[in-house]
C-alpha cells in the first residue's frame, strides 16, 4: 500500500507560479513511477509529468514543457512539481499517482495507476 498526500494548491493570477508536493509512505522503491494529472469538471483526468521508476526520467505533457518541471526528493520521499508561467487553462484539481507496474507506453494513462493523492485545486485568474 502506497499513502499519497498532496498540498500546495491555491489561487494565483496568470503568469504566476506555484508549487505543489505529493508525500508518499508506505512501500515505495526504485521502480515506483510518480506522476501527476489533472481534472476539471465534466472531463477525463489528464496525464502533466512524471517522474519515472524513482526519477530516472522525466515526461510532460506537451502543453506544460517548458512551464512545469518534475523533481524528486527521494529522502523525503517526495515528488514536486514547480508550475511556472500558469495561465487560465492550468486551473484543475491536480493529482498526485503512483504505481510500481507501469510499463512506459502506458505511462500517459491514469487508469494504470493504483495509488492516487486526495487531490488539490489549483485556480489560476487571468
Known amino acids: 500500500q502506497v499513502q499519497l498526500v498532496e498540498s500546495g494548491g491555491g489561487l494565483v493570477q496568470a503568469g504566476g507560479s506555484m508549487r505543489l508536493s505529493c508525500a508518499a509512505s508506505?512501500?515505495?522503491?526504485?521502480?515506483?513511477?510518480m506522476s501527476w494529472f489533472r481534472q476539471v469538471p465534466g472531463k477525463e483526468r489528464t496525464f502533466v509529468a512524471a517522474?519515472?521508476?524513482?526519477?530516472?526520467?522525466?515526461y510532460y505533457e506537451d502543453s506544460v514543457k517548458g512551464r512545469f518541471t518534475i523533481s524528486r526528493d527521494k529522502a523525503k520521499n517526495t515528488v514536486y512539481l514547480q508550475m511556472n508561467s500558469l495561465k487560465p487553462e492550468d486551473t484543475a484539481v491536480y493529482y498526485c499517482?503512483?504505481?510500481?507496474?507501469?510499463?512506459?507506453?502506458?505511462?500517459?494513462?491514469?487508469?494504470?495507476?493504483?495509488?492516487w493523492g486526495q487531490g488539490t485545486q489549483v485556480t489560476v485568474s487571468a
Open positions: 499517482a503512483a504505481d510500481s507496474r507501469l510499463i512506459l507506453s502506458t505511462l500517459r494513462n491514469a487508469g494504470q495507476y493504483d495509488y
Open positions: 517522474s519515472w521508476r524513482g526519477g530516472s526520467n522525466t
Open positions: 508506505g512501500r515505495t522503491d526504485s521502480s515506483t513511477t
